[in-house]
């Protein structure tokens, strides 16, 4: 079964610091997404992605967050001075179109593993 | 907004019987779809089970089965025959049908199983 897949499952980096997480989602999907959770709370969504650029993000998504399809295939998030409260695990989504055939999966968003971010 | 409510921080239940876990959602939209993840301690997130809403019967997987109350915007997973793999925490989510949306989830709720 397709997977997505994220790298680094864990990180640990210094306050301050330029994080960049990545993800590689399935082939033929063509939404991606980033969500967060804080250990113990519930998962809140970052971004979405489609067409090469933000098709919405979150309150939480500010000026040092940013993402990326580089090459077609990876989708990258970047924290470009990490604080200790972005210590989380970030989850990488993708899924086809929403609209499509019932029961084809289209409607479903399928998770990376997680990579666990921890800023000391 | 949308928004997704799940009552139950955590739940028990004895190996081998039946759990039901409560969630309860508020849209203004007619059309969309309702989910069940599980969170396992490795923290990935696996689809358990959904429901499009235009749908009146209920979704069923094995062992997993929903009752899912449009007018009353309830959307409930009924776990029978608990195993011990089913402790987890447990997501109630949405997604709304008209966007190429992002999904919103619940708290969560814990579940133990109790051998």
């Known amino acids: 079964e397709p997977e997505v897949t994220q790298t680094p499952s864990h990180q640990v980096t210094q306050m301050g610091q330029e994080v960049i997480l990545r993800c590689v989602p399935i082939?033929?999907?063509?939404?991606f997404y980033w969500y967060r959770q804080i250990l113990g709370q519930k998962v809140e969504f970052l971004v979405s992605?489609?067409?090469?650029?933000?098709?919405?993000k979150s309150e939480i998504f500010d000026d040092q967050f940013s993402v990326e399809r580089p090459d077609g295939s990876n989708f990258t998030l970047k924290i470009r001075s990490t604080k200790l409260e972005d210590s989380a695990m970030y989850f990488c989504?993708?899924?086809?179109?929403?609209?499509?055939?019932?029961?084809?999966?289209?409607?479903?968003?399928?998770f990376g593993a997680g990579s666990r971010l921890t800023v000391l | 907004a949308q928004t997704v409510t799940q009552s139950q921080p955590e739940m028990s239940v004895q190996e081998a019987e039946t759990v039901t876990l409560s969630c309860t959602y508020d849209t203004s939209e007619s059309d969309y779809y309702l989910f069940w993840y599980k969170q396992p301690p490795s923290r990935q997130m696996i689809l358990v089970i959904r429901?499009?809403?235009?749908?009146?019967q209920n979704a069923t997987e094995n062992r997993f089965s929903v009752n899912f109350q449009k007018a009353a915007k309830s959307f409930s997973l009924k776990i029978s025959d608990s195993q011990l793999g089913d402790a987890a925490m447990y997501f109630c989510a949405y997604r709304s049908r008209n966007r190429d949306d992002k999904i919103i989830f619940g708290k969560g709720t814990r579940l133990h199983i109790l051998p």
């Open positions: 989504a993708s899924s086809l179109p929403g609209q499509g055939v019932i029961g084809s999966g289209a409607n479903v968003l399928t």
């Open positions: 429901q499009e809403a235009y749908k009146q």
């Open positions: 082939s033929n999907h063509l939404y």
């Open positions: 992605f489609y067409n090469n650029e933000i098709s919405e």
